[in-house]
T-cell receptor, first 110, second 108 residues
């Protein structure tokens, strides 16, 4: 199984809502990533977890809160987002070599 | 992460080889060169990676210059399905950052 599964595929949320994005992999990878991608731009690194510990936080606003409950799961908790946070959110995992990406969650903040 | 520079766009005729260059003059000795591509609205897909030697797999070939300051990804017989944004990344740890990439358009 070489899949990274992200749910939901699409999400529309209001600025006062709380929602979570979920990412799952069963490849035994110990590094997991969150990226944000705006239209026609490259993916932008947000967070990296290594062995379930947060190793990189790219000064992301606190309205984005990552969580790695176990080695297979990665969550991104969203609260009080702004319309400019609308983007494709990508999850990836790796174990020393190539990274595998999910298909992303397309988030729209209204 | 090494800083990488790629041309913003390239065209290629269907059936011909696509040669995509990448400059990574600041790459350090233990950083690998990775190539990924992203087809519209999908997650990036790994293509190939290398350290010093040239590499080939079922998707592509990677040619790395002897001084490791640049590399070329070769798609030997491009098809319309190879139209995508191609990213070159230099890294050796979990700090994996994308540059602007090259938008390759394969034309019939």
């Amino acid at each position: 199984d070489t899949e990274v599964t992200q749910t939901p595929k699409h999400l529309v949320m209001g600025m006062t809502n709380k929602k979570s994005l979920k990412c799952e992999q069963h490849m035994g990878h110990r590094a997991m990533y969150w990226y944000k991608q705006k239209a026609k731009k490259p993916p932008e690194l947000m967070f990296v977890y290594s062995y379930e510990k947060l190793s990189i936080n790219e000064s992301v606003p606190s309205r984005f809160s990552p969580e790695c409950p176990n080695s297979s799961l990665l969550n991104l908790h969203l609260h009080a987002l702004q319309p400019e946070d609308s983007a494709l959110y990508l999850c990836a995992s790796s174990q020393g070599q190539e990274a595998f990406f999910g298909q992303g969650t397309r988030l729209t903040v209204v | 992460d090494a800083k990488t520079t790629q041309p913003p766009s390239m065209d290629c005729a269907e059936g011909r080889a696509a040669n995509l260059p990448c400059n990574h003059s600041t790459i350090s000795g233990n950083e690998y060169v990775y190539w990924y591509r992203q087809i519209h609205s999908q997650g990036p897909q790994y293509i190939i990676h290398g350290l010093k030697n040239n590499e080939t797999n079922e998707m592509a070939s990677l040619i790395i210059t002897e001084d490791r300051k640049s590399s070329t990804l070769i798609l030997p017989h491009a098809t319309l399905r190879d139209t995508a944004v191609y990213y070159c990344i230099g890294h050796n740890n979990n700090d994996m950052r994308f540059g602007a990439g090259t938008r390759l358009t394969v034309k019939p």
